[in-house]
């Protein structure tokens, strides 16, 4: 692939083409989901910061987003991060989000908030392992019905998303030092399966389990792609998000911190949640 550019967008012309990304970076069958040439005109004058990835000279991702609250509880909210679907899975994410980081701390900002599936493996493991993210707090539905290809027939619940710039954790993570241990390692360690999974002809079908207390790492297992799941059976897929949703909603209000994806060696993925003070897992 030819060299990506990573740089401020500033020309409306530049703007028209992110509402393009949108809608090839969430497959939207039309642009009601998409934020429109407007809104993202009226944020880039008006205290916003936009982000785009170029190669040779076309436009094929964004970043945007803006800062809320003044002076010492300062934070910046990223709204939306998104990348032409012909361009996925090739870093161009990972730089936007770098370069993000980098313009937010030129504010003397610290910190930067946003939303994520939680039930989407490739979230968990970009946000938290790769960024560093931690979260804390659960939002049941918390966009309503979404009409785009990835979202549609599910509640749209999210985590919020808490990337401390310049913690130990984040240095380390966005380094590639860092990285959480596999399921088989945090078990014998103590740790407890609290949703798993089975098969049933070829799908992956989400098992229930106690809900306990009292010990430090939990695990929630996520499907390998929610959306192939959806796609075969929308009542399987409404039943990941229900137990998923009671799991998280269950231990994060009870001062577990969202802080790693993990496989094990079959790949099946889990979300890890440690009961731990935030000062200590930011240390890393």
Same mark, same amino acid.
């Given at each position: +692939?030819?060299?990506?550019?990573?740089?401020?967008?500033?020309?409306?012309? &530049?703007?028209?083409?992110?509402? $393009?990304?949108?809608?090839?970076?969430?497959? +939207?069958?039309?642009?009601?989901?998409?934020?429109?040439? !407007?809104?993202?005109?009226?944020?880039?004058? #008006? @205290?916003?910061?936009?982000?785009?990835?170029?190669?040779?000279?076309?436009?094929?991702?964004?970043?945007?987003?803006?800062?809320?609250?003044?002076?010492?509880?300062?934070?910046?909210?990223? !709204? +939306?991060?998104?990348?032409?679907?012909? !361009?996925?899975?090739?870093?161009? @994410?990972?730089?936007?989000?770098?370069?993000?980081?980098?313009?937010?701390?030129?504010?003397?900002?610290?910190?930067?908030?946003?939303?994520?599936?939680?039930?989407?493996?490739?979230?968990? #493991?970009?946000?938290?392992?790769?960024?560093?993210?931690?979260?804390?707090?659960?939002?049941?539905?918390?966009?309503?019905?979404? +009409?785009?290809?990835?979202?549609? @027939?599910?509640?749209?619940?999210?985590? $919020?998303?808490?990337?401390? =710039? *310049?913690?130990?954790?984040?240095?380390?993570?966005?380094?590639?030092? *860092?990285?959480?241990?596999?399921?088989? $390692?945090?078990?014998?360690?103590?740790?407890?399966?609290?949703?798993?999974?089975?098969?049933?002809?070829?799908? &992956?079908?989400?098992?229930?389990?106690?809900?306990?207390?009292?010990?430090?790492?939990?695990?929630?297992?996520?499907?390998?792609?929610?959306?192939?799941?959806?796609?075969?059976?929308? *009542?399987?897929?409404?039943?990941?998000?229900?137990?998923?949703?009671?799991?998280?909603?269950?231990?994060?209000?009870?001062?577990?911190?969202?802080?790693?994806?993990?496989?094990?060696?079959?790949?099946? @993925?889990?979300?890890? =949640?440690? !009961?731990? *003070?935030?000062?200590?897992? =930011?240390?890393?």
């Amino acid at each position: +692939m030819k060299t990506v550019e990573i740089r401020k967008i500033v020309d409306v012309n &530049e703007l028209e083409s992110i509402v $393009e990304v949108e809608k090839s970076a969430w497959n +939207m069958p039309d642009y009601r989901e998409a934020v429109p040439v !407007h809104m993202l005109r009226a944020l880039k004058d #008006n @205290g916003g910061l936009i982000l785009g990835a170029f190669s040779n000279g076309n436009l094929i991702g964004f970043s945007f987003g803006w800062v809320v609250g003044c002076e010492s509880s300062a934070y910046f909210y990223s !709204h +939306m991060s998104g990348v032409m679907h012909s !361009h996925k899975y090739k870093n161009i @994410g990972f730089r936007l989000k770098l370069k993000q980081r980098e313009e937010v701390l030129k504010m003397d900002i610290r910190l930067i908030k946003w939303t994520f599936d939680p039930l989407q493996a490739l979230n968990l #493991n970009f946000n938290l392992e790769k960024l560093g993210v931690v979260a804390r707090n659960y939002k049941k539905n918390y966009y309503g019905n979404i +009409m785009d290809s990835i979202n549609r @027939g599910l509640d749209s619940d999210r985590v $919020e998303a808490e990337w401390y =710039l *310049d913690s130990n954790r984040v240095v380390r993570r966005i380094e590639g030092i *860092d990285k959480t241990p596999p399921p088989n $390692e945090l078990i014998k360690n103590g740790g407890r399966i609290v949703i798993d999974r089975q098969l049933k002809f070829g799908v &992956e079908v989400p098992i229930k389990k106690d809900f306990v207390i009292g010990v430090k790492t939990i695990l929630i297992a996520i499907p390998k792609e929610i959306s192939s799941i959806r796609n075969t059976s929308i *009542d399987i897929a409404r039943a990941w998000r229900q137990y998923t949703r009671e799991a998280y909603e269950f231990y994060l209000g009870r001062g577990y911190i969202l802080s790693g994806f993990s496989k094990d060696e079959e790949g099946n @993925g889990y979300a890890i =949640l440690f !009961h731990a *003070d935030l000062n200590d897992i =930011l240390g890393g």
